[in-house]
C-alpha cells in the first residue's frame, strides 16, 4: 500500500481513504525537484526585485524620481523574464 501510495505521489492515509471510497480522487499535478540552492538565490533576487519596485512605486507617487521610470521598469521586467528562464530550464534538467 505504502509503495502503491509513494508511486501515485499520496500518502498513504489517502489512498487508503480513497480506495474505502471515503474521499473522492483528486490527482496533484507532481512537484518538481528543483535544486534548493536555486531556489534560495531565486527567491533571494526576487526579494530584491520587489525592494527595488517598492521604490520606484513610491518615488513615482512622490514625484521624487530622478532617473527614467521607463527605463528601470524595462530593466526590471528583463531580469523577471531571465530568472522565469533560469527557473524552467532548472526544471528540465
Partial sequence: MRAKAEAAGLPAAT??????GLTEARRRKP???VDPALVLAVGRIGG???????WLNRAMLAGGVD??????ARRLLTIERQLAQIIEASRRC
Fill in 67 to 72: 532617473l527614467d521610470a521607463l527605463t528601470v
Fill in 48 to 54: 530584491n526585485l520587489n525592494q527595488i519596485a517598492r
Fill in 31 to 33: 512537484i518538481p525537484r
Fill in 15 to 20: 489512498l487508503l481513504r480513497e480506495a474505502l
